[in-house]
Every structure is written in structure tokens, then in C-alpha cells.
């Protein structure tokens, strides 16, 4: 089975513009996370959407948003970019949101990488 | 903000234990241990979690002290392919608690 894919690859944009980044979860999986990875930090959560309502939210302004759509892919959308969004940004996947006590494994894919410039 | 602290870097012969330490001496008692790590151009991989008990699956094995404030990861015959930084994470078992990464630890497997 394929795992989580994310497209494009890799990108550039210039300050200013915006972005829409893709995620297709596993088949099966109805949660969507999103993190952003700055050179030589680890993973920066952004947003977690669970049948296509927001579930949570990370300390990231509000040029960053993002939606589920019915079959469970998402997409992530920056406007404004600025230099500071260089990054690599990662979708992870898991089966249901699950709930206090109830966790799930989140896989992820193998990312974004945006170059701002 | 990360609640662990972790060695920057570690490296280990092949086919020997890699050990790799976590200390979180702030963890609530209602939070577990859990441990990702990173290959290059590659997403985060889940490796194992436990609250309190010693933990072992076909990856690697998670000791965790009695009182709770530090642990470690022990991959028990490292192997090149296990290069990577690894991520110690404290968090409640709930799939609405985000993963929160520290800086975690480079871990080379050297031959």
C-alpha cells in the first residue's frame, strides 16, 4: 500500500506570493496533521484536521490555513510568504483522531520543501 | 516548548548497542515516553512508546527510570542504515495532543 504522498516535491516562491501544498493520506487513515521543519529544528506542529474539521492548532499566524476535503486529503495554504517560511513541511497520517487514551501512529510522508527567496 | 533534553550527537560501531538518552524530569504522571527518529529526506518514523514499563518491539527496546525522569533508547545491533536523529517526546496518550520535536539526537553508525 502506498504510504503518505505530498506534492510537489520541492518548490520556490518569491516573498509575497502564496503557496498551496498538497497531502493524500494513507488509504483508510481520516486524520491529517501538518508540520513545518526549519534547517536543524525538529518538526513544528501547524494543524491536525479530523473529517474535515480543524482539530488543532499550533502557534503559527494566520496566513497559514488548511483543509480536509471528503476523501480525506488536505491541503495546506501561506500567503504572504516570507523568507522565514523556508521549510520543509510534512503531512502525517493517522488512523482517527483518537481521544484522551486513545492514541494512534501518525506516518508521515516525505515532505515539502519550500525555498522562499 | 520540548519538554526533554537530549544529546545533540552520538555515534556507534556498527553492530553494536546504541544507547540514547533522555532525560524529562518535568513529566506529568499521566504522560508517555514516546521515541521517532528521522533518516535523512525522509518524514519522522515512530520507533516505540511506554509510560513506565520497560517496552521492546522488532525495532528497539525503551528503558525507563523507576522515578520517570529519564530513559533511554537502545537499538541492540545498530546497523548504517540506523544513522538518523532520533526525537525522545513526552506527551499524554491522546491522538489530539500534537507531537511536540526538540532538536533530538544525530546518531552516525559508523562501520
Known amino acids: 500500500d502506498a504510504g503518505v504522498t505530498q506534492s510537489p516535491t520541492h518548490l520556490i516562491k518569491t516573498r509575497g506570493q502564496h503557496v498551496t501544498l498538497r497531502c493524500s493520506p494513507i488509504?483508510?487513515?481520516?486524520?491529517v496533521s501538518w508540520y513545518q521543519q526549519v534547517l536543524g529544528q525538529g518538526p513544528q506542529f501547524i494543524f491536525q484536521?479530523?473529517?474535515?474539521?480543524?482539530?488543532g492548532r499550533g502557534n503559527f499566524p494566520d496566513r497559514f490555513s488548511a483543509r480536509q476535503f471528503p476523501n480525506y486529503s488536505s491541503e495546506l495554504n501561506v500567503n504572504a510568504l516570507l523568507l522565514g517560511d523556508s521549510a520543509l513541511y510534512l503531512c502525517?497520517?493517522?488512523?482517527?483522531?483518537?481521544?484522551?487514551?486513545?492514541?494512534?501512529?501518525?506516518?508521515f510522508g516525505p515532505g515539502t520543501r519550500l525555498t522562499v527567496t | 516548548d520540548a519538554k526533554t533534553t537530549q544529546p545533540p550527537s552520538m555515534d556507534c560501531a556498527e553492530g553494536r548497542a546504541a544507547n540514547l538518552p533522555c532525560n524529562h524530569s518535568?513529566?506529568?504522571?499521566?504522560?508517555?515516553v514516546y521515541w521517532y527518529r528521522q533518516i535523512h529526506s525522509q518524514g519522522p518514523q515512530y520507533i516505540i512508546h511506554?509510560?513506565?514499563n520497560n517496552e521492546t518491539n522488532e525495532m528497539a527496546s525503551l528503558i525507563i527510570t523507576e522515578d520517570r525522569k529519564s530513559s533511554t533508547l537502545i537499538l541492540p545491533h545498530a546497523t548504517l542504515r540506523d544513522t538518523a536523529v532520533y526525537y525522545c517526546i513526552v506527551r499524554v496518550l491522546s491522538g489530539n495532543t500534537p507531537l511536540v520535536f526538540g532538536k533530538g539526537t544525530r546518531l552516525s553508525v559508523i562501520a
Open positions: 484536521y479530523y473529517e474535515k474539521e480543524e482539530r
Open positions: 511506554g509510560l513506565k
Open positions: 502525517a497520517s493517522s488512523l482517527s483522531a483518537g481521544g484522551i487514551g486513545i492514541d494512534y501512529e501518525q506516518y
Open positions: 518535568t513529566i506529568s504522571g499521566n504522560e508517555y
Open positions: 488509504s483508510g487513515h481520516k486524520s
